[in-house]
């Protein structure tokens, strides 16, 4: 899932575990379970997907406290919650600036670098009354797989 060399992905978890003491936050083995499952995978899980990877090497582990790590973690700003008003929840480990790209066939959702369009600054006023503190830019539309399966019907 993820085609990171595994010394990158060490160092990303010592990140992570480095940010969980400076937020106060104990690493219990469940904490740590799921912030390693999470460096992992680079295809931004659901807290369910996590949870049926995980739930058979944490005893105890139940959705509800999967759920409730990860909103711990993204208060934390360790982990970035991505929504949408149609899709559930996925959750991301790599905290720093980038945009994404959503299916919208299988909703997979994969990662975007472009530097260009990052905003210099936030807008510090606008109509709504809105105190904007981070935005992201997701593109809609269909991953190779989706365009490679309607390629098929077509013919």
Request: one cysteine or more.
């Amino acid at each position: 899932m993820n085609s990171l060399p595994q010394n990158t992905l060490s160092e990303k978890f010592r990140r992570l575990e480095a940010g969980c003491r400076a937020s106060g936050l104990s690493l219990t083995h469940q904490r740590r379970t799921l912030l390693r499952c999470l460096v992992r995978r680079s295809d931004h899980p659901t807290a369910d997907q996590l949870y049926e990877e995980l739930q058979n090497d944490v005893g105890g582990l139940s959705r509800t406290t999967v759920y409730r790590i990860l909103e711990t973690f993204v208060r934390a700003g360790l982990v970035t919650k991505i929504s949408s008003p149609q899709a559930k929840a996925r959750f991301d480990a790599n905290t720093g600036k980038h945009h994404h790209l959503v299916c919208e066939q299988c909703g997979r959702v994969a990662d975007l670098f472009d530097s260009g369009l990052n905003l210099r600054g936030l807008p510090e006023e606008n109509s709504s009354g809105f105190i904007i503190y981070d935005y992201e830019i997701t593109f809609n539309g269909l991953c190779p797989h989706c365009q490679s399966i309607g390629e098929e019907h077509k013919s």
